[in-house]
């Protein structure tokens, strides 16, 4: 595959911008597949596309844009473009939406649209000091069926995100492409370890990095020591692992290393619904930015999620991820890098 010069990459993307905003699909996309013969890298996003309804302490929603693929989408579409989202929806899910996401740069050729049908649909409530929250409503509709369609433009991605998923549908994405990914991320949760164990630990066997919180690490390797159960957790197929624990950073582990990065305090956290998608998408999307899979890269991809995650939570659903300026972005990260620095003079 051939290398583009940097000047040449910028001037293709701002194309890929300008076709963004006016929404011509098909002209797109025949960027995209261009861009991806130059080598420029794309990514693949696979997930939940869907209705949200949150109460938290400081009010709540009616149905607002919600699921783990337009998290991780907005989040990447800042440092990569085009974003390649694989979904499904119902007829019920508004046509502007989508078009929002065209307009952040994310490609919905792959976004299913079943007319006929409901969008999943999710309600929950937080607790007092949102560490937990009650779910109140799961209406799977299309999601309970979703057959992840790979569109052939979208064959030859380098980058490949897996949302929370069944593992089956997770396999199957992996199975579909035509040549395997730079690097394959994923996400899980405790209701598949439950459900479809013996399915998870073959999706394991088939990806590079896992990305769940530190109840769902305990749970999957039986170890309440996270750096214990970084290791089984490992030996199962991953060669990198981040643990998340919400307010308290994020762990990431590969062979004998480890690293640590802090989560932003926040005078006003509104709702934390889709933070750790968020964490997700601008940890793949800096990867897939630079074009570079190596553990120094992953630590400040770590410092790039968890920037866009605190971006997240300061509004409901994705209102805050929305028409944020670069300018923003690098000052959040100024904040992540004064918090985590520290001279010492050792004699």
Same mark, same amino acid.
């Given at each position: 595959?051939?290398?583009?010069?940097?000047?040449?990459?910028?001037?293709?993307?701002?194309?890929?911008?300008?076709?963004?905003?006016?929404?011509?699909?098909?002209?797109?996309?025949?960027?995209?597949?261009?861009?991806?013969?130059?080598?420029?890298?794309?990514?693949?996003?696979?997930?939940?596309?869907?209705?949200?309804?949150?109460?938290?302490?400081?009010?709540?929603?009616?149905?607002?844009?919600?699921?783990?693929?337009?998290?991780?989408?907005?989040?990447?579409?800042?440092?990569?473009?085009?974003?390649?989202?694989?979904?499904?929806?119902?007829?019920?899910?508004?046509?502007?939406?989508?078009?929002?996401?065209?307009?952040?740069?994310?490609?919905?050729?792959?976004?299913? *649209?079943?007319? @006929? !049908?409901?969008?999943?649909?999710? &309600? #929950?409530? +937080? $607790?007092?000091?949102?560490? =937990? %929250?009650?779910?109140?409503?799961?209406?799977?509709?299309?999601?309970?069926?979703?057959?992840?369609?790979?569109?052939?433009?979208?064959?030859?991605?380098?980058?490949?995100?897996?949302?929370?998923?069944?593992?089956?549908?997770?396999?199957?994405?992996?199975?579909?492409?035509?040549?395997?990914?730079?690097?394959?991320?994923?996400?899980?949760?405790?209701?598949?370890?439950?459900?479809?164990?013996?399915?998870?630990?073959?999706?394991?066997?088939?990806?590079?990095?896992? *990305?769940?919180? @530190? !109840?769902?690490?305990?749970?999957? &390797? #039986?170890? +309440? $020591?996270?750096?214990?159960? =970084? %290791?089984?957790?490992?030996?199962?197929?991953?060669?990198?692992?981040?643990?998340?624990?919400?307010?308290?950073?994020?762990?990431?582990?590969?062979?004998?290393?480890?690293?640590?990065?802090?989560?932003?305090?926040?005078?006003?956290?509104?709702?934390?619904?889709?933070?750790?998608?968020?964490?997700?998408?601008?940890?793949?999307?800096?990867?897939?930015?630079?074009?570079?899979?190596?553990?120094?890269?992953?630590?400040?991809?770590?410092?790039?999620?968890?920037?866009?995650?605190?971006?997240?939570?300061?509004?409901?659903?994705?209102?805050?991820?929305?028409?944020?300026?670069?300018?923003?972005?690098?000052?959040?990260?100024?904040?992540?890098?004064?918090?985590?620095?520290?001279?010492?003079?050792?004699?």
């Amino acid at each position: 595959m051939r290398r583009v010069k940097s000047g040449a990459k910028i001037i293709l993307f701002t194309i890929l911008k300008y076709f963004f905003e006016k929404n011509e699909l098909a002209v797109l996309a025949d960027l995209a597949t261009f861009a991806a013969n130059l080598g420029i890298m794309s990514l693949l996003v696979i997930g939940s596309v869907a209705f949200d309804a949150i109460e938290t302490p400081f009010g709540k929603t009616d149905k607002i844009i919600g699921g783990a693929a337009t998290y991780i989408s907005m989040a990447s579409s800042y440092l990569c473009k085009p974003v390649n989202l694989v979904a499904v929806v119902g007829g019920d899910f508004p046509q502007e939406q989508i078009h929002q996401l065209n307009s952040m740069g994310v490609n919905s050729e792959g976004l299913q *649209i079943k007319e @006929d !049908e409901k969008s999943f649909f999710w &309600s #929950g409530k +937080y $607790s007092n000091d949102m560490n =937990s %929250r009650d779910t109140l409503v799961t209406e799977l509709n299309v999601l309970g069926t979703f057959d992840p369609i790979i569109p052939q433009r979208y064959q030859g991605c380098e980058y490949l995100m897996l949302g929370n998923l069944s593992p089956d549908v997770q396999i199957k994405v992996i199975e579909r492409l035509e040549k395997r990914p730079k690097l394959i991320a994923m996400d899980t949760m405790n209701f598949w370890m439950d459900v479809a164990m013996d399915d998870l630990r073959k999706a394991l066997t088939m990806i590079d990095v896992l *990305i769940i919180n @530190d !109840e769902e690490a305990r749970q999957l &390797s #039986g170890e +309440y $020591s996270l750096k214990k159960a =970084s %290791r089984i957790i490992r030996d199962m197929g991953p060669k990198y692992l981040i643990i998340k624990k919400g307010e308290h950073g994020a762990l990431l582990f590969h062979e004998d290393k480890v690293f640590f990065a802090p989560a932003l305090p926040l005078e006003e956290v509104f709702d934390p619904t889709g933070a750790g998608d968020t964490f997700a998408g601008g940890f793949i999307g800096y990867l897939a930015k630079l074009d570079q899979v190596d553990f120094e890269h992953m630590k400040r991809a770590i410092v790039y999620g968890s920037a866009m995650a605190s971006f997240c939570v300061e509004k409901f659903g994705t209102e805050r991820l929305v028409g944020l300026t670069n300018e923003e972005i690098n000052d959040r990260l100024k904040e992540f890098v004064v918090l985590s620095s520290v001279e010492l003079n050792l004699d």
